[in-house]
């Protein structure tokens, strides 16, 4: 079974422009998480997707959005890009395991440069 | 609320030491807990998990144990390797399949 895809894995963008992200989960896995990791924030929680809707957001301002497409893959889009949103962001598809609680495999992540 | 705390690192040992990572979380009910690994330029694997108090996960020669009495999940190992260095995050469900992660304790392991 292929893994969790996501592209591109780097990324330089200036101050003020927008990115897009995309996550290619494994197959048969309908949710779709984004996270983002920051060596002061550490791992924090962005948005879910769960079969094209959004079921859970993170405390991140609204210029972080999101999207599902019908066959699971996702995008996420960061507008009117910061120096601070310099990060790696990493994408998980989940399933519930055997015995219960959320099974969750992780992209490599594109690695963003504000600049 | 939700909180996972972690061992602050970095931790170094030398092959065969014996690790732990401690882990501690705050709960309402009995969450997952779960231990990943991150390997250098890597996205993070699932090492371990438990879903329920008394419950102990294993991998790899880790095992952790969820208990509820202390509200723990440490992270052990009985003889590490060099190939074990990386980054170990604790993490517990919060709600529909999203995770509290803690901070990450770097682990290296030296020859």
């Known amino acids: 079974k292929a893994g969790v895809t996501q592209t591109p894995r780097y990324l330089i963008k200036t101050r003020g422009q927008q990115v897009t992200l995309s996550c290619s989960p494994i197959?048969?896995?309908?949710?779709v998480s984004w996270y983002q990791q920051t060596p002061g924030q550490g791992l924090q929680f962005l948005f879910e997707?769960?079969?094209?809707?959004?079921?859970n957001k993170g405390n991140f301002p609204g210029r972080f959005s999101g999207r599902q497409f019908s066959n699971s893959r996702s995008e996420m889009n960061v507008s009117t890009l910061e120096l601070g949103d310099s990060a790696l962001y990493l994408c998980?598809?989940?399933?519930?395991?055997?015995?219960?609680?959320?099974?969750?495999?992780f992209g490599q992540g594109t690695r963003l440069t504000v600049v | 609320g939700n909180s996972v705390t972690q061992m602050e690192g970095p931790v170094t040992l030398s092959e065969e030491a014996f690790l732990t990572i401690n882990c501690t979380y705050t709960?309402?009910?009995?969450?997952?807990l779960f231990w990943y690994v991150q390997y250098p330029g890597e996205g993070l694997q699932l090492l371990l998990k438990a879903t329920k108090a008394d419950d102990k996960g294993s991998n790899k020669g880790f095992e952790a144990t969820y208990r509820k009495e202390t509200t723990s999940f440490h992270l052990e190992k009985g003889s590490v390797q060099v190939s074990d260095s990386a980054v170990y995050f604790c993490a517990r469900e919060t709600g529909a399949n999203n995770l509290f992660f803690g901070t990450g304790t770097r682990l290296t392991v030296i020859p």
């Open positions: 998980a598809s989940s399933f519930t395991g055997t015995g219960g609680g959320t099974e969750a495999f």
């Open positions: 197959s048969g896995h309908r949710s």
């Open positions: 997707y769960f079969s094209e809707t959004q079921r």
């Open positions: 709960a309402t009910g009995y969450p997952s």
